[in-house]
């Protein structure tokens, strides 16, 4: 298992253009949109065969698929991630699970069914509430640029 990892998915939307925060009701399509993946997720990693592990350490790696969107500004995201960790050991297993039979790693086999399925309308449904929104009256927003942080370090000797 030295090949073992965290898995992380992240599908986004280039909203560059959009010089702005996404509204909320447009950051409520994203975390929609991400419980759908999770859902999807949830359906899909299941009928595992266990041998030889006692019940009640069986489905750790399902349970801990868990998901943020990165909504202020660029590339808008949503990152899914499986941080799952052995019983012995604590190490990250989730990237290494595999069906039986299969030599694909089964992450990679869900990251491309929500590319295909679900990326689509993530993308599709953004678009038209970002268009319902531009010509909606409010407030000003302008993205704040991330500042870069200075560290002054001061030595005293005798």
Do not use: C
Request: proline share 4%.
């Amino acid at each position: 298992m030295a090949d073992s990892v965290d898995v992380e998915i992240i599908m986004g939307f280039d909203a560059s253009d959009l010089d702005r925060i996404l509204s909320d009701t447009e950051a409520q399509v994203m975390r929609d949109h991400r419980r759908k993946m999770i859902d999807f997720i949830d359906r899909s990693w299941v009928g595992w065969q266990y041998k030889g592990i006692p019940p009640d350490r069986q489905g750790r790696s399902g349970e801990a698929w868990k998901g943020y969107e990165q909504t202020t500004e660029g590339i808008r995201e949503i990152i899914i991630e499986n941080k799952a960790r052995t019983y012995r050991g604590n190490k990250p297993y989730a990237g290494y699970v595999k069906r039986s039979g299969s030599h694909r790693v089964e992450w990679e086999v869900v990251r491309e069914k929500l590319l295909q399925s679900h990326l689509p309308a993530l993308i599709e449904d953004l678009e038209s509430t970002i268009d319902r929104s531009l010509d909606t009256p409010g407030p000003a927003k302008k993205v704040r640029r991330n500042k870069s942080s200075d560290i002054t370090r001061l030595s005293l000797e005798d």
